[in-house]
């Protein structure tokens, strides 16, 4: 397979056997697996997935590429879907997914929080990324990769970084590191769901705005109905100061008012 990467689509292909070879075990398919791909690109992760399972569904915007891949002669058993993930309904493929990609730079953020409300079909995710977007994605609080994208994933996913990829594992190569990281979600004893999840998202975007503020300052029109005492926080400390259990309690303070 061949094409000019659209830098629209932001476009890098993977080309290096042996890291293919390391995302493939470290994925480790099973036969039963549901396994979604995001972005197949020229199949370089398609045809060895496609090895360890009898069935695989790729999603692919481009329909250069979706043309080329149903014409394959080594993918005849892959389901590909034509489209924009970020517009696809996760719901459509049942439970226990296990959605792996190398996915473009331009919509990664974007694409991890659409995932987000499909949590609870998920078994596990495996992502090709930025690596700077890895670091954000696993920071704890303190860090200052520690935000906004952070606070929202750990509340649904344990993150585990796995190793880094150069840029001339690519083509084109990136300007940057990337990184591959598994996401899995957190068990039902682990979890706590904010009672509002909307809420939820309001506060720590809200609290993330200006990161640099004191949180009594960022929050100021919300600061009647917060208990610092009972958050176990002072009101001096900044966003990135406050983990995760913390944000969620404090959105349980406020959903009566804010919901």
């Given at each position: 397979?061949?094409?000019?990467?659209?830098?629209?689509?932001?476009?890098?292909?993977?080309?290096?056997?042996?890291?293919?070879?390391?995302?493939?075990?470290?994925?480790?398919?099973?036969?039963?697996?549901?396994?979604?791909?995001?972005?197949?690109?020229?199949?370089?992760?398609?045809?060895p997935l496609l090895w360890r399972?009898?069935?695989?569904?790729?999603?692919?915007?481009?329909?250069?590429?979706?043309?080329?891949?149903?014409?394959?002669?080594?993918?005849?058993?892959?389901?590909?879907?034509?489209?924009?993930?970020?517009?696809?309904?996760?719901?459509?493929?049942?439970?226990?997914?296990?959605?792996?990609?190398?996915?473009?730079?331009?919509?990664?953020?974007?694409?991890?929080?659409?995932?987000?409300?499909?949590?609870?079909?998920?078994?596990?995710?495996?992502?090709?990324?930025?690596?700077?977007?890895?670091?954000?994605?696993?920071?704890?609080?303190?860090?200052?990769?520690?935000?906004?994208?952070?606070?929202?994933?750990?509340?649904?996913?344990?993150?585990?970084?796995?190793?880094?990829?150069?840029?001339?594992?690519?083509?084109?190569?990136?300007?940057?590191?990337?990184?591959?990281?598994?996401?899995?979600?957190?068990?039902?004893?682990?979890?706590?769901?904010?009672?509002?999840?909307?809420?939820?998202?309001?506060?720590?975007?809200?609290a993330f705005s200006q990161r640099?503020?004191?949180?009594?300052?960022?929050?100021?029109?919300?600061?009647?109905?917060?208990?610092?005492?009972?958050?176990?926080?002072?009101?001096?400390?900044?966003?990135?100061?406050?983990?995760?259990?913390?944000?969620?309690?404090?959105?349980?303070?406020?959903?009566?008012?804010?919901?």
């Amino acid at each position: 397979m061949q094409t000019t990467p659209r830098k629209r689509f932001g476009q890098h292909f993977l080309h290096d056997l042996g890291i293919i070879d390391q995302i493939v075990r470290a994925i480790d398919p099973q036969p039963e697996d549901t396994l979604i791909e995001i972005g197949p690109g020229l199949s370089a992760l398609t045809r060895p997935l496609l090895w360890r399972v009898p069935k695989l569904t790729a999603i692919e915007i481009d329909r250069d590429l979706v043309a080329q891949l149903r014409q394959h002669p080594d993918l005849q058993s892959l389901q590909i879907i034509q489209a924009d993930v970020l517009e696809v309904d996760f719901k459509q493929f049942g439970d226990r997914l296990r959605i792996v990609g190398n996915l473009p730079y331009n919509i990664s953020s974007p694409l991890l929080f659409h995932l987000l409300q499909y949590v609870d079909q998920v078994q596990d995710q495996h992502f090709m990324l930025q690596k700077e977007m890895v670091e954000r994605m696993a920071a704890q609080p303190g860090s200052r990769h520690y935000g906004r994208l952070s606070v929202m994933l750990q509340a649904k996913y344990r993150m585990m970084p796995l190793f880094d990829v150069p840029p001339e594992a690519f083509d084109p190569p990136p300007n940057v590191m990337s990184a591959v990281v598994r996401m899995r979600p957190l068990s039902a004893k682990r979890r706590v769901d904010p009672k509002n999840e909307a809420v939820f998202a309001q506060v720590v975007a809200r609290a993330f705005s200006q990161r640099r503020k004191m949180l009594r300052r960022v929050l100021a029109d919300w600061q009647q109905w917060i208990d610092w005492q009972a958050l176990d926080a002072k009101d001096s400390l900044r966003a990135e100061q406050l983990s995760v259990a913390q944000f969620i309690a404090l959105s349980d303070q406020l959903t009566p008012h804010l919901a």
